[in-house]
């Protein structure tokens, strides 16, 4: 009996065989099938059950649901499972000369940060509930800080320095927030900081320039998503840098990758926008001592 790919077998079968794998020959007369010549001896039969065992885990804990654990749980009639997240976060940009619509005035400048934001959060698998633009006011900062919300992750762009409008570590100190993470020895993006909040919230700083803030937001975001789900970290990925780097201080570049495999940085970067990530797809961690042809962390770019 010829059977379509996925149909149930008639009762009685004992073999199913594929159909390139099966000729058609008279036997005495009469029309039969049989294996072709040089056709592996194989029963194509699938049985029920024959992936999974009851009890069998699927994933371990910790892992990301992502699509493959979606396609397996539906697949082993899974139909419910305990998860943590989406990790939530509310957003805050800072600063007076911030402008995100009208024409600039004297000493403004455009929003290069805030439309672009929420995707390098959801590559941290960082859910943006909302984003809030506030000036250079203590007071402000302060009631803002005082807001109920469900957000698991409050975002901060700007305030992060220690200038005369930078507002956020000492309003953190008033908060009697603690401090987890207070600068990385990076460039760019060194001054951001991790805090806990009084009611248990988290507090992600970033700097306001926008390539700054992408780079410690890429390489702090995830783990702070491994640490509010209990989530495996991913191992990180390495490159080979095709030139290496001085000074006594890591640097955080974009790179692109060029023919035979290694990694081409693209130069000296510009922090106010993202125009030299065009064309690259990571921001390669480049610490002091790096050189030509060695391996280098990379910090994949969303697409």
Partial sequence: MRLATGAPTPLGATAVIRDEYAV???VSGQRVIMRAPGAPMRDDTRRRGEHWTTGQHLAPAGTRVCP????????AEVTALPVRGPVRANVLLTGDEIRTHGPLGDGQTRDALGPILPNYLRACDIRCDHIW????????LRSWFELST?????????????????????LLAEAGARVLIDGVAMRPGGSHL???LPDGRVLLGLPGNPY?????????????????????????MWGRIAAGITGEITKVLPVRQVPGGVWRTAGP?????????????????LRPGTVRGSLAELLPLPR
């Fill in 68 to 75: 493959a654990v979606v396609s397996a749980a539906a697949a």
């Fill in 133 to 140: 633009h506030l000036d250079d006011d203590r007071d402000l």
């Fill in 194 to 196: 991790v805090a806990v």
């Fill in 150 to 170: 469900d957000a698991d992750l409050i975002v901060v762009a700007g305030a992060t320095g220690r200038g005369a409008a930078d507002h956020l570590r000492p």
């Fill in 24 to 26: 058609t020959a008279k």
């Fill in 212 to 236: 700054a803030a992408v780079a410690a937001l890429l390489l702090t975001g995830p783990a702070l998503v491994d640490a509010l789900t209990a989530r495996t970290s991913r191992a990180p």
């Fill in 269 to 285: 970067v510009q922090t106010p926008h993202l125009a030299d990530l065009i064309g690259c797809s990571a921001l390669a961690v």
